[in-house]
Structure formats: C-alpha cells, structure tokens
C-alpha cells in the first residue's frame, strides 16, 4: 500500500474518529467523575461495562464504515431503489444517503447496523453526559475553576451536542425504517421516477413487516416484485371501482 494512502479521508475520518472517543473517555476517567469514585470504592462493574459500550460502539462504527453498503453493478440496468453514489462512484442498492462522518455509502447491507451504531452510541452519549456532569464542581475565581474544570467542561459541551445529534438521527432513520423509505427517497421523491407518479410510497408493507424485512430480511422479497405487486393492487382497485 502506497504511504499517501494512508492520508486518504476515509483512515483520517475513522482514525480522528477512533482518536475522539478514547479521549473523551480518558477525560472521563481522569476527572473526578462518578467513574472515577466507583474505581476508588472498588465497584468495578459499572466503569467496565461503560469501557465495553464505548468499544462496542466503535466496532460498531468501524463495521459500517468499512463493510460494502451493498454495491451493484448497473448494468444491464440499475436495479430499482439503487442509486449512483458521487462520493464513492459506485451504485448502491437501496441507496439511503453518503455519511461523511464514515466516509461510506448507507445502503441495503449495512443499513441496519448503522441504527444499531446510534442506538448504542446515543447510549454510550447520554452516559458519557452524566458523567461529565457529575465531575463538574463550580466555584469562584473563574479563572481557577477554568484551568482546572475547562477540559472536562468541554467535554460535556462535546457530549451534548453529539448527543442531540445522534438522537435526531436514530429518530428520523427508526421513521424511515418503519415506513420503509430512505432519506434519498424522502427528501427526493418529486425528481424518483418510481415514486412521483404514486400518491404513496409503493413500498411501505405496515409496521411490522417493515421493521421485520429491515432487521431480519423478512420476508424476503426484492423491491421490483414488491413494486410489481403495488401495481396489481391498483390495477385491481381500478378495476373494482
């Protein structure tokens, strides 16, 4: 492998990413949080099972940024709810959207994976948030309080927005998910040739066969027969009226 590939924006997102979390977590534990005062009582349980979430959770990144989001080949034609991706240059099935924090397409493989990365990272978040603010001790001159408080401080502003972040996200994709859409198609239907001449969306199937296709491939059925099957219904329906 050529050095320079080593500067490419994938291994720089993943590695600042990688670099981030085992900070904010080393702050943690340096503090005078509530990690730190199990440790001192000898509960070991409670700071070894917030290590295991934070080293869940980055596997779990590292899993959907670097595993195939589902790539096909477009020829003899590109099959439906697959989309050219610019970033990657490739065609993705059920293309959702090009996450630039994973330098990788979210696509029909690695889709639910990704809402189990912002489920455990939003827990990992929240936890992180706590602790943070149970180490935080105000107290005057500022100054003083700054230079003993700031780094930590900072790192409860980082975990508040992250979190914020990564709960709009999880919500929004758990709705997608549970209408069987994607963000593509939803932010984009007007200019989707499969779905601007349909008041609906064709694929939607109810609650729970949407969540049980999306988790568990359940059951298994392609987007074209289950397009092709939209059709019949409304043909049908036409017919009957």
Sequence with gaps: MAPWALLSPGV????????LTWG?????????????QWEEQGELLLPLTFLL???GSLLLYL???????GYVNVQPQQPLRAR???????????????????ENCVGERNHPLFVAYLALQLLVLLWGLYLAWSGLRFFQPWGLWLRSSGLLFATFLLLSLFSIVAGLLLASHLYLVASNTTTWEFMSSHRIAYLRQRPGNPFDRGLTR????FFCQWPAASWEALGAEEE?????????V
């Design 12 to 19: 720089l997102v993943r590695t600042g990413h990688t670099v």
């Design 232 to 240: 019949e219904e409304e043909e049908g329906s036409s017919q009957a």
């Design 84 to 102: 050219h991706c610019s970033e990657c240059r490739r065609c993705v099935r059920r293309y959702d959207h090009h996450c630039p924090w994973m």
């Design 24 to 36: 904010i977590t080393l702050v943690l534990f340096l503090h005078d949080t509530a990690l730190r």
């Design 210 to 213: 949407n969540l049980a296709h």
């Design 53 to 55: 979430l934070v080293l």
């Design 63 to 69: 899993a959907v940024s670097l595993m195939d989001p």
